[in-house]
C-alpha cells in the first residue's frame, strides 16, 4: 500500500512538472499582437492573452515576468504595449484588463508590480477572490522612466517621462515628468 | 515535514493535504511543524513555508508567487483567503475567511486581519485589520472602512 502510495506521487510529481513547465514557457512571437526585432522574454514566464500585448524591439523581458492579460471586465478588450529598448528585471508582475502601456527606454528593476485593475470587495457576502475585478483604468509609464526594485504602480497611475520610482515606492498618484518619488504611499522629494 | 528543495513537497509530509490542491514547484517547505491545508487551494511557484508550530491553510485559497510563510507557534489561513505575489505571512498571525492580501504585503507577526478585509499592495500590516475594511500603507492604516 505504501509503494502504491509512493508511485502515486510520482506519478503527481511529474504531472504537475509538466504542467508547470507548459505554463512557464513564453509564447513564440507569432502569438503576439506584435513583436519587435531581437527582442527576448527569457523563460520561465507567464503570457496570457499574448495577441493583446505589443512589443517593441529590442525589449529584454527577464526570468519570472508574469504578463497577465485577461478580458475580465464585460466589453473591453485589454491591451498592453511595451515600449523599444525597455528592460523588464526579474519577476515582473503586470495586471492588465484594461490598458496599460509602457513607453521606450523604460528600465524596471526586479519584483515590479504594474496594474490597471484591484480585486473587488465590495460585496461582503463574498470572498475577494470571488468577486470581479474593478473596473479598470489605464496606467501609463513615461518613456525613459526607472522603477525600483519590489515598486508598486497601482491603477489610473501616469509616471511621467523620465520618472523615477524608489525602491519599495507604492505609487498611487501621478509622477510629473523628471520627479522622484518614494516611499509607501510614495510622496515626491525632487 | 521533511525538507523538500525546488520540487513539490510530497502531500504525505502534511497533516492533510486537501483534494485538487497544488503546490507548483518549485517550493520549499522546511521545519518540523505540523502543516494542514484545506481543499482547493493553490499556490505558485517560489514559494518557501517556514514551520516548526502549526500552520493551517483553509479551503479554496489562492495564492500568487513567492509567498512567505513563518510559523514557529501557530498560523492560520482560513477559508477563501487569496494573495498576490510576494506576500508574507508571518508568526502567530490569523488571517479569516474571505480575506485578500495584496501585492508584496506583510502581515504580522501577530496579528488578525478580519473577514473579507483587503490588504493594499505593498502594505506592512502591524496591527489587526477590521472585517471588511481596506488597509494601505507603511504601517498599514485604514483608508476604507
Known amino acids: 500500500v505504501n509503494l502504491r502510495r509512493r508511485a502515486a506521487e510520482l506519478r503527481r510529481d511529474v504531472a504537475l512538472a509538466r504542467a508547470t513547465v507548459r505554463d ?3 509564447p513564440p ?3 503576439f499582437a506584435s513583436f519587435g526585432a531581437r527582442s527576448w522574454i527569457v523563460p520561465p514566464a507567464r503570457v496570457s492573452t499574448p495577441s493583446s500585448i505589443h512589443v517593441g524591439d529590442d525589449v529584454v523581458i527577464l526570468e519570472h515576468a508574469w504578463l497577465s492579460v485577461v478580458a475580465a471586465v464585460d466589453g473591453i478588450v485589454p491591451s498592453l504595449r511595451i515600449g523599444d529598448r525597455t528592460r523588464i528585471g526579474r519577476l515582473a508582475h503586470i495586471a492588465c484588463v484594461g490598458e496599460i502601456s509602457i513607453g521606450a527606454d523604460v528600465l524596471t528593476a526586479e519584483r515590479v508590480f504594474i496594474g490597471d485593475t484591484y480585486h473587488g470587495y465590495e460585496d461582503r457576502s463574498l470572498p475577494i477572490v470571488q468577486q470581479p475585478m474593478a473596473h479598470p483604468r489605464p496606467v501609463r509609464i513615461g518613456d525613459g522612466a526607472f522603477l525600483g526594485v519590489g515598486s508598486i504602480v497601482l491603477a489610473g497611475v501616469t509616471v511621467g517621462e523620465g520618472g523615477y520610482v524608489g525602491a519599495g515606492a507604492v505609487v498611487v498618484d501621478d509622477v ?4 522622484v518619488v518614494v516611499g509607501n504611499p510614495a510622496r515626491r522629494v525632487r | 515535514v521533511r525538507l523538500s528543495l525546488l520540487r513539490a ?5 502534511f ?7 497544488w503546490l507548483v514547484p518549485p517550493c520549499t517547505v522546511t521545519g518540523d511543524g505540523s502543516i494542514s491545508i484545506g481543499d482547493d487551494v493553490c499556490v505558485m511557484e517560489l514559494a518557501a513555508i517556514e514551520c516548526s508550530g502549526r500552520l493551517s491553510i483553509g479551503d479554496g485559497c489562492r495564492f500568487g508567487r513567492g509567498l512567505h510563510v513563518s510559523c514557529s507557534t501557530e498560523v492560520r489561513i482560513e477559508d477563501h483567503v487569496s494573495g498576490s505575489d510576494h506576500v508574507a505571512v508571518l508568526d502567530a498571525t490569523v488571517v479569516e475567511a474571505g480575506a485578500y492580501l495584496g501585492y508584496g504585503s506583510v502581515v504580522g507577526p501577530g496579528v488578525r486581519v478580519g473577514r473579507g478585509a483587503y490588504v493594499g499592495e505593498g502594505a506592512v500590516v502591524v496591527d489587526d485589520v477590521p472585517a471588511h475594511t481596506v488597509v494601505f500603507g507603511n504601517p498599514a492604516v ?3 472602512a
Open chain 1, 24 to 26: 512557464l514557457r513564453p
Open chain 1, 29 to 31: 512571437p507569432s502569438a
Open chain 1, 176 to 179: 510629473p515628468e523628471h520627479a
Open chain 2, 9 to 13: 513537497p510530497r502531500p504525505s509530509s
Open chain 2, 15 to 21: 497533516t492533510r493535504f486537501g483534494r485538487g490542491t
Open chain 2, 142 to 144: 485604514v483608508v476604507q
